[in-house]
């Protein structure tokens, strides 16, 4: 079995008093594809935004190697283009 590219352990965001993801858990592995769907509001960019390591959370995320989120390594993982408003 392959390591997992970068895995989500327990992820609880809290922002504001209130809870934006509750306890994520996902292991992303290599030559797969993983979609992350949900309604308006469910926390698919704030998952990954936490794994760019922009904002803070509880739990883990960890990539192969060892390195953590917001590291450069994590960073190559996920390029990341914000929405212009």
């Given at each position: ?10 992820v609880?965001i809290a922002?504001?008093r209130e ?7 996902l292991?992303?592995t290599e ?5 992350i769907?949900?309604?308006?509001g469910?926390g698919k960019?704030?998952?990954?935004t ?6 803070a ?7 192969t190697?060892?390195a ?8 190559r ?6 929405a212009?408003?």
């Open positions: 079995m392959t390591p997992p590219l970068i895995e989500f352990v327990d609880t922002r504001h809870q934006l993801l509750s306890r994520v858990s292991s992303v030559r797969t594809i993983h979609v769907v949900g309604p308006n469910a960019t704030t998952l990954l936490a794994a760019l390591g922009l904002i959370f509880d739990g883990r995320i960890l990539r190697g060892g953590t989120a917001g590291s450069v390594t994590c960073r993982l996920f390029p990341w283009m914000p212009c408003r």
